[in-house]
Structure formats: C-alpha cells, structure tokens
C-alpha cells in the first residue's frame, strides 16, 4: 500500500478551514497518524482519507438492502455500516486471508486469481480499495471476473492507487527492499503509473476523462469528514473509480463458438478469455 504524504501544514490549515471534523462513516472525531501523515487515521473505525471518501460514494448509492453486494478486503467502518444497512445474506465480505479481518466473523475467503467458478451476472455492487496491486496474476483476468459477476446493472467501486512514473510488475521471488522500492510495499505486485495508465490499466478498463470529487460534494462536506484537498482531484491513491459492467472492455465475441476447441468448463472458460483478450492482444500486436 502506497501512502500519500502530506504536509503538517496542509493538514492544519485545511481542518482549522473546516471546523470541526469527524468520520463520515462512524461519526469518530479523534483522529491519529498513519505513516507520516497526519491526524488521518480515525481512531474508531480506522477508516483512511480513501476509505471517507469511497462512502461518500456508496452512501449516495441508496443501495436496496436486497442489493448483493461484494466487499473485497472489507474496511470496519464500511463493513459496519452495510451490515446495517443489508439484509442478511445479500451482503458477502471476502478476502484471501479471512483470519486478518477478525471484526467480520461472516467473513468469506475469495482468490481473485481463481475467480472462474464465480457466479456470473450474481452482483449489484462489487467494493474493493487497494486490493489490484496485491493480487498475483494478470490483473485483466481479476477485472474481467470482477465485471462477469457483475448484474446488467451492477457497479464495480473501487480505489487503486494511481501514482507518478509508469506501470511495474514482478511475480517473481525478489528481495523485499526490491518490492518496497519498486512497488511501495513487501506484499505489492505492481505499480500503476500515471504516465501511462492509458496503456496499462486504460487498455482493460474504459477510465474516466477525469476526476474532481467537488463536483460531487462541497469542500466543506470533504473537510468536514477530514478528506484533505489533495485527495480531490485527478487520478492518485485515493481516486474512487465508479466503473459499470460495460466499462470492462474486454468482453466475449457474440461470434465465439462454445464447440470452437476443448471439453469441460474449464476450457470452456480459457475459451471465452482468450475470446475476450484478443481484441485487446490485437491493440498490443498492431502498435
Ligand atoms: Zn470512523
């Protein structure tokens, strides 16, 4: 996980021009340090500056509470607040390692490098923040999962961390020192780079032109709920991507034949993805 830094300076003058400032997401207003920034950590639902402003986001969704819904690597705080707001069942938190999130006793393990099985057309909503830099294998395949399993109608939330340079990978057995300088932590795979997030993340997924959380909610609404301002604008750590089904550009050929090569399921599906990379794969050949 790759942390903002910001300074004390900013930090001062952007809550003395807010006021008072509490966590939009459990009403906490005492707030610590989390790797050198400062005061941005709630100290009662341990929600960050990304994790109040993705409820902004969700809040505004007015889910159903039949709405099924998929959090990856669950936060407290939201995970808090959509177990009130679900019904019992329609709610799925998920995460390859259950035993770290011991606030959820329901919680579900998921491997988003094995995602085949997974209903298709099953989810209103699918959350996950950081979660794509840790997940060991081609990120396009997680993505393209993440939006079959998605309804018609669904939406796909997420945050992840967008920062300077390019795009880095390495699945392989590196020191950690390489992993931190590389990837910005021990546990990180890849780095997504602004310089040419078009070509990495932009060539699967269809991105917004731009975006400006204060054309969703006032500066005050932002201060108040301890979002400093350089959370705000344009792609970084914190940007809330609102994708729908239809904004994964990797999608199945309506001409494909399931009688096409191979037996069973599992062909079945490496079928229909490489069915859905080749437009991709073609882009890649052609430049
Ligand atoms: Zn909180």
Redesign the pocket.
């Known amino acids: 996980m790759v942390e903002l830094s910001a300074s004390v300076d900013d930090i001062v003058a952007d809550r003395e021009d807010s006021g008072s400032v509490?966590?939009?997401?459990?009403?906490?207003s005492e707030f610590s340090d989390m790797r050198g920034r400062v005061a941005v950590q709630?100290?009662?639902?341990?929600?960050l500056e990304r994790?109040?402003l993705l409820w902004f986001y969700l809040e505004r969704l007015s889910l159903r509470r039949d709405a099924k819904v998929l959090h990856i690597a669950p936060e407290r705080?939201i995970y808090d607040r959509l177990r009130d707001l679900l019904d019992p069942g329609a709610y799925r938190p998920a995460d390859l390692s259950p035993e770290n999130f011991r606030f959820a006793q329901d919680i579900d393990r998921i491997d988003l490098t094995r995602l085949d099985e997974e209903p298709s057309g099953h989810y209103d909503l699918i959350i996950d923040v950081h979660v794509l830099e840790h997940v060991t294998c081609n990120y396009a395949y997680t993505l393209y999962h993440l939006h079959r399993m998605l309804k018609p109608t669904g939406l796909h939330v997420c945050v992840i961390p967008i920062l300077g340079g390019g795009y880095d990978e390495c699945f392989q057995d590196i020191p950690e020192e390489e992993r931190v300088r590389r990837f910005g932590q021990s546990d990180h795979v890849r780095w997504f780079g602004r310089d040419d997030i078009d070509r990495s993340l932009g060539s699967v997924m269809r991105l917004p032109s731009k975006f400006d959380a204060t054309s969703d909610f006032s500066r005050e609404e932002l201060l108040r709920a301890n979002v400093p301002e350089h959370h705000w604008v344009g792609f970084n750590a914190s940007t809330v991507f609102r994708f729908r089904r239809e904004d994964m550009l990797l999608q199945p050929r309506p001409s494909a034949s399931p009688k096409a090569s191979g037996t069973g399921r599992a062909r079945t599906v490496a079928n229909k993805m490489s069915s859905a990379l080749a437009p991709a794969l073609r882009r890649v050949r052609g430049r």
């Open positions: 509490s966590c939009n997401i459990c009403g906490g709630c100290a009662s639902c341990g929600s994790t109040r705080g």
